[in-house]
């Protein structure tokens, strides 16, 4: 079980660049979340897929931010015309359930210039 | 609203000595409860959680909390600390009723001296 995986590690943008984050959750974990970590917000919840089927995006900045969840085995997170307020580090869950543990990856360290 | 505090950004502690990291919760009902811990550039790792019953849980390396519900809290602690516990930890919570959202607190950065 190689854990939940996300690429890049870290990806850097000019401002006004699109950039597409990845993210494998465990095999047979059905709940799959996103957030984003900066040092002033802290953990800011998303969006999430339960099934692959998207459940609430109330977290995502609504013009920009997309998210997908095409097959149980990956999902994607795309920010179109990057801002430097963008830029943090952006973490994927997955889960059993919507109340089990939550399983993260590394991360991915989005910087736009 | 629902909200996870904890109320200690920064704690240092020696190697060796003991440690309490609060957490204060504020939800209606009662919450499954978790601490996280995310060393530098990882994602967080599960120490333990609480759903219900005991209200001391033991988790991984010597870690434990305490559940209180009169006091709204879920301290975590350590009888003796080593240099590779200094990261950062995370109080969580989640409502017991289908709600899928996790309240996360802001963490609190451990650094373990020697």
């Known amino acids: 079980n190689a854990g939940v995986i996300q690429t890049p590690r870290h990806k850097v943008t000019g401002k006004g660049q699109e950039a597409t984050l990845w993210c494998e959750p465990i095999?047979?974990?059905?709940?799959v979340f996103w957030y984003r970590q900066t040092i002033v917000q802290g953990l800011e919840f998303l969006t999430y897929?339960?099934?692959?089927?998207?459940?609430?995006d109330s977290g995502m900045p609504k013009e920009r931010f997309s998210a997908q969840m095409p097959n149980q085995s990956h999902s994607t997170l795309k920010i179109q015309s990057t801002q430097p307020q963008d830029s943090a580090v952006y973490l994927c869950?997955?889960?059993?359930?919507?109340?089990?543990?939550?399983?993260f990856g590394a991360g991915t360290r989005l910087s736009v210039l | 609203a629902q909200s996870v505090t904890q109320p200690d950004a920064r704690v240092t502690v020696s190697e060796g000595a003991s440690l309490q990291l609060r957490c204060k919760y504020s939800?209606?009902?009662?919450?499954?409860l978790f601490w996280y811990v995310q060393y530098q550039r990882q994602g967080l790792q599960l120490l333990l959680k609480?759903?219900?019953?005991?209200?001391v849980v033991q988790g991984v390396n010597g870690f434990e909390a305490e559940f209180s519900k009169s006091d709204s809290s879920f301290h975590l602690r350590k009888a003796s600390v080593h240099w590779s516990d200094s990261a950062v930890y995370f109080c969580?919570?989640?409502?017991?009723?289908?709600?899928?959202?996790?309240?996360f607190g802001a963490g609190t950065r451990l650094k373990v001296i020697a």
């Open positions: 897929f339960r099934n692959q089927a998207p459940i609430d």
């Open positions: 095999s047979g974990h059905s709940a």
């Open positions: 939800y209606s009902g009662t919450p499954y």
């Open positions: 969580a919570a989640s409502i017991n009723t289908g709600n899928y959202k996790y309240v």
């Open positions: 869950a997955s889960s059993l359930g919507s109340q089990n543990t939550l399983y």
């Open positions: 609480y759903y219900s019953g005991d209200p």
